[in-house]
């Protein structure tokens, strides 16, 4: 079982790029969640997504957006970066239903010059 | 809403010591908890969880935490501490929109 896997692992971008990050999630998962960790803080929920619609959101600004594909699979895009966007973004995968559990992928670095 | 408070950012023990990290919540509904650890540059790995049974919960690694609805914690503890036990350590609560809620962190640092 591969688990949850992410990519790429480092990227670095400039400001008022886009940027897409993309989150594989651990076989027979349906369900992906992203967070946003900053240096020296905890993960911060961004948003969840099910059945390729985004079911719940957390308080980040519009111009964090997603998608999630059939096969379960998941993009996370920022547009307009911003220096504070810096940060390691993290993918979890859960089966919906099951509430005991998510598991995370390795993560994403994105430095923002 | 949910949320926790990890008290103390960071912890020193020395090897083979008692490690004990703090954790407290607030939830409007029954919660379910979790531990997770984070090593330099990786993902989370979790610990352990708590969902309602037991309220002492045993992980990996030797360590266990203690469910305690009167004093609305979940702290910690792994009775010998070793030098691979050095990470960071997040506490974490789930209500019943799946979505964690994550303390700010605490560093272990293990001495020799």
């Known amino acids: 079982d591969a688990g949850v896997t992410q990519s790429p692992t480092h990227l670095i971008k400039t400001r008022g790029q886009q940027v897409t990050l993309r989150c594989s999630p651990k076989?027979?998962?349906?369900?992906v969640s992203w967070y946003q960790q900053a240096l020296g803080q905890g993960p911060q929920f961004i948003f969840q997504y099910y059945e390729e619609e985004e079911r719940q959101r957390g308080n980040f600004p519009d111009r964090f957006s997603g998608h999630q594909f059939p096969n379960y699979s998941s993009e996370l895009n920022v547009n307009a970066l911003l220096l504070g966007d810096s940060a390691l973004y993290l993918c979890?995968?859960?089966?919906?239903?099951?509430?005991?559990?998510?598991?995370f992928g390795q993560g994403t670095r994105l430095t923002v010059v | 809403a949910q949320s926790v408070t990890q008290l103390g950012s960071h912890v020193s023990v020395s090897e083979g010591a008692l490690v004990l990290l703090r954790c407290n919540y607030s939830s409007s509904v029954p919660p379910y908890l979790f531990w997770y650890v984070q090593y330099p540059n990786q993902g989370l790995q979790l610990l352990l969880k708590?969902?309602?049974?037991?309220?002492l919960v045993k992980g990996i690694n030797g360590f266990e935490a203690e469910f305690k609805k009167s004093e609305t914690s979940f702290h910690l503890t792994k009775p010998s501490a070793h030098m691979s036990d050095a990470a960071e350590y997040f506490c974490a609560v789930s209500s019943n929109d799946y979505k964690l809620s994550f303390g700010a962190g605490t560093t272990v640092t293990v001495r020799a």
């Open positions: 708590y969902t309602s049974a037991a309220t």
């Open positions: 979890a995968s859960s089966r919906t239903g099951e509430r005991t559990e998510a598991f």
């Open positions: 076989s027979g998962h349906d369900t």
